[in-house]
């Protein structure tokens, strides 16, 4: 306790600068069920900075690991393009690498074995490691996926090492966003993979998210938000480099990084490329992040008059996607039952439970076509297309979508 200003998350200097505030938010992914709209729910500070230091973009506060994950309500296996993403990459993988029965495989947050589910297909001995119990249950039951319910850090790593499991490739897709020990994290990575091995390390990237005005992507569970100036210096720290690079769309825009132990670092010429962009934008600059919360606050006012107008004009509207990202945008924005009449969400875990703080219902996309909402707001718009495609009926109808960011928009 006192009141000394917190530590970076990577380089520990006290020199972080406020570049965001959203005011106090409700957990993102905290659905409430019915039986809870009675109780209070507990709200926290969620205030974006910049480390002056080390340039790792980082919210200010930490909410225990164990209240955020031991019930983490994403599957990722309900989204058709993340399946199609994670059979891609491994795949690509299992042929770069010369994958084989001798080999291992080890995904850090293996979820519910939505990508570790290609490597067994092949035979290919995998190890999922994924906090939440219950999303590691569905699987081993359902995919034959063998995971261990931890925490990844430095300790389970010795211990898988000295159990004979060191790695040939580590997976860690849009995971090292969520851990609050960032520095154990990376150094159990170095532990546990072996020389000649390869962690494949996906993250959004803090670049599009200041570009595309993605402040929803901001919430307790997303502590950090990286450029590749930031993690390579993270990662030098451990004893790791980053071999290769590669800038991907999925969650509005990623970073896709190959990193390998540093004595075994090659050329490095595609990496060299881009950290020499980041220096032309000024990514690893205080001065970069600095207009973005006048940017988001005038987001704000856009989306909140498009659907006032609309509502005064007798529309009814509802919302697509249960997601994280919904929460704060609806959160934020103080948009809640007086404009939207409902959620849908395709994740059955989700349905008949109420988004975060706004406490709206939540219910399967069927719902769209039966009470025919003239417009829905695209809360989870890193699926866009999907969802609009599988909604082809909904628009036959006459329905609209609305894309809040990175300008709120009527497709
Ligand atoms: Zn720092």
């Known amino acids: 306790m006192g009141d000394e200003s917190p530590a970076c998350r990577s380089c520990g200097a006290r020199s972080l600068a406020t570049v965001l505030s959203l005011g106090r938010t409700p957990l993102a992914n905290r659905l409430l069920a019915r039986e809870q709209l009675d109780e209070p729910e507990p709200t926290y500070p969620l205030t974006l900075a910049c480390c002056a230091s080390c340039s790792l973009v980082q919210i200010l506060e930490t909410v225990p690991p164990e209240i955020l994950f031991r019930e983490y309500a994403y599957f990722s296996s309900y989204s058709d393009t993340m399946l199609r993403h994670a059979e891609a990459i491994a795949r690509r993988l299992i042929e770069t690498r010369r994958l084989s029965g001798e080999s291992r495989v080890v995904e850090l947050a293996s979820n519910d074995g939505y990508l570790l589910q290609y490597f067994v297909k092949e035979g290919i001995p995998v190890l999922g490691i994924e906090p939440a119990e219950n999303v590691a249950r569905v699987a081993r039951e359902t995919r034959g996926v ?64 200041i570009d595309r005005v993605e402040f929803d992507t901001i919430y307790h569970e997303h502590l950090c938000y990286f450029s590749l100036a930031a993690l390579t210096r993270l990662f030098e720290r451990h004893g790791l480099a980053v071999e290769a690079v590669e800038r991907i769309p999925v969650h509005g825009g990623s970073l896709r990084l190959f990193v390998v132990p540093r004595a075994a670092l090659g050329d490095d010429g595609g990496v060299r490329a881009l950290a020499a962009e980041e220096e032309r934008w000024g990514v690893d600059r205080l001065g970069f992040y600095q207009g973005f919360g006048q940017v988001v606050a005038s987001l704000r006012e856009r989306l ?29 924005c103080g948009i809640g039952a007086e404009t939207l009449e409902f959620v849908v969400d395709r994740s059955p875990y989700k349905q008949g439970r109420y988004m975060p703080g706004v406490r709206l219902p939540i219910h399967p996309p069927a719902r769209l076509v039966e009470a025919l909402p003239d417009y829905v707001l695209l809360l989870t718009w890193n699926l866009a297309e999907e969802i609009v495609e599988q909604q082809a009926e909904y628009r036959r109808r006459g329905g609209r979508f ?9 497709v």
Not at 312 to 326: H, Q
Not at 404 to 409: A, C, F, G, L, N
């Open 146 to 209: 063998r995971t261990l319910a931890e925490f990844f850090g430095v300790g389970l790593a010795g211990r898988l090492r000295e159990a004979g499991e060191p790695a040939d490739v580590i997976i860690a897709n849009n995971v090292l966003a969520h851990v609050a020990d960032l520095n154990g994290f990376v150094a159990g990575i170095r532990v546990l993979l072996k020389d000649d091995g390869v962690a494949v390390i996906e993250v959004p990237y803090v670049k599009e998210m």
């Open 304 to 332: 909140r008059a498009l659907l006032h107008d609309l509502r005064r004009a007798g529309r009814r509207l509802a919302a697509y996607g249960a997601a994280a990202k919904g929460s704060t945008l609806l959160n934020y």
């Open 402 to 410: 609305i894309v809040p960011v990175p300008e709120p928009r009527v």
